[in-house]
């Protein structure tokens, strides 16, 4: 039975071809919420069928436009609004998550309670956080210190007012949707609230290095594309991400090949110092939010090895650009 406190509380589910993830999605989904949207971006694994079958509202994107996360939830947010007009929150969930018991009760509980906050959020954790490197690495990444934010993932709730007013996700962002929307979200005077409380468990189902990859270059045309967008703000958000990368990806990189044969391949070796200095740095930064050595390590690790990658995912944004071309959607994981 539906909680009688999450009554005003809408959940719109996004997926495409996650298979026995969303199966463990829509569920906890349907059990927690009256009103659920299944929005599926042109799925083959027979996920529509499942999340009729589970009792959801299905809304297929047409493919004749380009996918992607931000449309889909937006066209979930109409339907809805269509539907059930008297929703005041939304809860947006990916199809790879499963929602945790309670969450709908706590996260409308602090919306009704604080008036200035216009998105709550809580914890998100990997599934089998140590079954794989990449998985870990996920679960590192989603933790973060309860308080107000200045940006969240796309899992979270938001008053439908809010994202009424600010006309939603902007369609044409690929990746980093959530991060843009919540610079308009602050920018309209509304608070980001992370609340110390379980919202989700996340499967990245990421399992080979060329899936990791893949989303390290989602992550560098996010920070391209939006800082595109938002970098000239006062906050200038992204810049200071792409500023790294273009240092540590391909400005350090370059200057050190190029100076190599005429210092002897000593600049070469003055590289890799750095790199190994900032290495360090990331490690012991790990370590004193009490991860594991062995946590600290892969995190440090990978960070540094990331810049290539997310190098190359801001060169092809660069490129789109400058080419007048639509972005389309990055995929980075297997479906399931």
Known sequence: MVPSSSGSVAIVVIGRNEGDRLKRCLPAAVKAAAMVVYVDSGSVDGSVAFARSAGCHVVEIDPAQPFSAARARNEGFAFVM??????????????????????????????????EV??????????????TVYKTLCDL??????????????????????????????ADVIAGEDD???VRVRQAGWKILLMDASMAGHDAAMSSFIEWCR???RTGHAYAQVAAIHGKSEERYFVPECRRIWLWGLLLPLVALCLAP?????????????????????YFGGKSRGWSSSDARVYACFTMLAKFPALAGMLAYHWR???????TILEHKRSS
């Open 82 to 115: 269509e539907r059930e007009p008297g929703a005041v929150l939304i809860q947006f969930v990916d199809g790879d998550c499963e929602l945790a018991d309670g969450w709908l009760v706590r996260g409308r509980a602090v919306l009704n309670e604080r008036s």
């Open 118 to 131: 216009g998105i709550a959020c809580g914890h998100v954790r990997e599934i089998r956080p140590h079954a």
């Open 141 to 170: 990444e989603w933790q973060k210190t309860p308080g107000e934010l200045s940006a969240c993932g796309g899992i979270f709730m938001v008053r439908a007012k809010v994202f009424r007013a600010l006309g939603g996700f902007r």
């Open 180 to 182: 843009e929307f919540c």
């Open 215 to 217: 989303r390290a270059m």
């Open 262 to 282: 005429f210092l002897y391949g000593l600049s070469i070796l003055a590289l890799i110092g750095l790199f190994a200095l900032q290495f360090v740095r990331i």
């Open 321 to 327: 650009r400058g080419r007048g071309r639509a972005p």
